[in-house]
């Protein structure tokens, strides 16, 4: 049998998980989410597939189409960074950083409802808007993509945790972290254009970014003669993809205990130092 | 008059104290190299005038949604609405004023826009035709005032309406043709699309960018001014409407 206190992170992300899900039904009602939130998400995916259209390139359209509705799924990922910050808002912090267990578990289960619907919002663009723009897909491909926005969701998640571990020390910034990464995220991970576009060095910061793997993962597998030649393609990708979220996992976890540990010696406490 | 230019320079003092409320100024430069890289990648420099044209209006128009349209609701949550109500001033003037100097400061995502061009690509986007330019600025800067005036009273009237703030960016930059002009978008939209005025504000403002002569400039500045007129009254209509409401059900000291 395993010790209490190796099981007690999963328990802590049970539990932080399920206050989580239930800041989501305040947040939103399902017609909220779905007329609200998601339309004006999709209506996105549209304005730049249109670019294409402009363009006069069927080629550009699915390009972009691809790209963008893809990138809701590390967008959501990463409204983590502003609810990180939630925590400390809401008073609770000074009691986590108190209590004799670790912080980071309470995080990673922290903002967890982006992640559902991350799935949800990418899916829809993808298999509902995609025909209209010319992508269409077969179901053993449809799975994969499933599977791969899965992927990025979680990696996305684990680099967000960084992110948000860092604006727990400086709150104010918290929208402007979020909108300058996500806006870059858009610009240098291959969703409005290939990589190749850029700068070496600005590739070489594209490729820190799981999103970057998981898209071009997906894009593989839109292509229309896709299966089983770039089976190996997609799953290096999203093993890459998989490897680098692990790294900002441990990263968030190390500065997450980092911050709580100063906040004890300069009796803070709530990050304040 | 007077009360006007009071709720000009609190709004200006106001912002430069909330940074959060300007935030789309930030990102406008980055959402400029977005769109240019999408047409220089495409070997289309032709497209420079809509790549960078498009995120100042996107910035014109978020602003006006979300800071403008916020500060009837935002005076609310302050419990300065009611001193606002009891002065003798017009409380329109007031809020006007707020929204011109919201309006005014957006406008600078159009300077911003044209620098990141600049330094980012080394790409300068002439103003071929400045008299129809500025015209363009002018009347879209009043009509995205009225505009914002009617939000702004709006929110205040729904909250069901204001858990939809969020969804009505990018729709009216698709209706509005901010990058890709209506005329590209399938027939049925156009109807609705001309009801909006940024879709002629965008096809003026880019029209002046290109070589070719500016056609009917002073008809199509018209409609952009007839619209954002009546924004204007219908915001009005709607904030006298809404401070009724206000006064009549108790609740305008009400957070």
Redesign the interface.
């Given at each position: 049998m395993l010790p209490r206190d190796l099981l007690a992170p999963f328990r802590i992300i049970r539990y932080s998980a399920a206050n989580a899900w239930a800041d989501m039904w305040v947040m939103f009602t399902p017609a909220?989410w779905t007329?609200?939130?998601l339309?004006?998400l999709l209506?996105?995916v549209?304005?730049f597939a249109?670019?294409g259209?402009?363009?006069d390139?069927p080629e550009?359209v699915r390009f972009?189409f691809i790209g963008n509705a893809v990138v809701f799924m590390a967008f959501e990922a990463f409204i983590s960074v502003a609810t990180t910050t939630w925590e400390r808002r809401q008073g609770t912090l000074p009691l986590l950083v108190a209590a004799p267990l670790p912080l980071w578990p309470v995080f990673v289960g922290r903002s967890v409802q982006w992640l559902p619907t991350g799935l949800l919002s990418s899916s829809a663009a993808l298999f509902v808007l995609g025909p209209f723009f010319g992508v269409t897909w077969r179901l053993p491909q449809a799975l994969a993509v499933i599977a791969a926005l899965l992927v990025i969701g979680v990696s996305m998640y684990c680099m967000a945790l960084v992110f948000g571990a860092l604006v727990l020390a400086a709150m104010?910034m918290r929208?402007?972290v979020y909108?300058?990464a996500t806006?870059?995220m858009?610009?240098i991970c291959g969703v409005?254009?290939?990589l190749t576009?850029?700068p070496d060095w600005v590739g070489a910061v594209a490729n820190a970014v799981p999103l970057t793997h998981g898209l071009a993962a997906i894009r593989a597998l839109a292509e229309p003669s896709a299966v089983a030649p770039i089976a190996g393609e997609v799953v290096a990708n999203l093993l890459v993809a998989l490897g680098i979220g692990a790294i900002w996992m441990i990263a968030a976890a190390v500065l997450l205990e980092r911050l709580a540990g100063i906040g004890r010696r300069s009796g803070s406490i709530e990050f304040a130092a | 008059m007077n009360a006007l230019a009071a709720g000009f320079i609190f709004e200006v003092r106001l912002l430069r104290r909330s940074?959060?409320e300007m935030?789309v100024l930030?990102?406008a430069p980055?959402?400029t190299?977005?769109?240019l890289?999408?047409?220089?990648?495409?070997g289309?420099t032709d497209?420079a005038p809509?790549a960078v044209l498009a995120p100042a209006l996107i910035a014109l128009w978020t602003i006006a949604l979300f800071t403008s349209g916020e500060i009837i609701e935002r005076e609310r949550q302050n419990g300065s609405l009611e001193p606002l109500v009891a002065t003798p001033v017009a409380i329109g003037s007031v809020i006007t004023g707020q929204i011109l100097a919201v309006t005014l400061l957006s406008l600078v995502g159009f300077a911003e826009s044209w620098l990141a061009a600049w330094a980012a690509f080394g790409i300068v986007v002439p103003i071929v035709h400045p008299t129809a330019f500025t015209a363009a600025l002018v009347a879209t800067a009043f009509a995205m005032a009225g505009t914002a005036s009617v939000m702004s009273s709006v929110f205040v009237l729904s909250r069901s309406v204001r858990?939809?703030q969020?969804?009505l960016?990018?729709?009216f930059?698709?209706l509005g043709g901010v990058?890709?002009?209506v005329a590209?978008?399938p027939g049925w939209i156009e109807p609705l699309s001309r009801a909006v005025f940024l879709s002629w504000s965008a096809d003026l403002l880019r029209d002046s960018l290109t070589p070719e002569p500016v056609t009917n400039l002073v008809a199509r500045t018209g409609v952009i001014l007839a619209l954002g007129t009546a924004g204007f009254l219908i915001g009005l209509v709607l904030l006298r409407r809404a401070l009724d409401r206000l006064r009549r059900t108790g609740t305008i000291g009400v957070a």
């Open positions: 909220s007329f609200g939130y339309s004006r209506t996105q549209i304005f249109l670019i259209v402009l363009l390139s550009l972009l104010e929208n402007m909108n300058v806006t870059v858009m610009m409005m254009v290939p576009f850029w | 940074f959060d935030m930030v990102t980055l959402m190299l977005i769109l890289s999408i047409t220089e990648h495409a289309r497209l809509y858990a939809y969020n969804s960016s990018y729709p930059f698709v990058m890709v002009p590209l978008l």
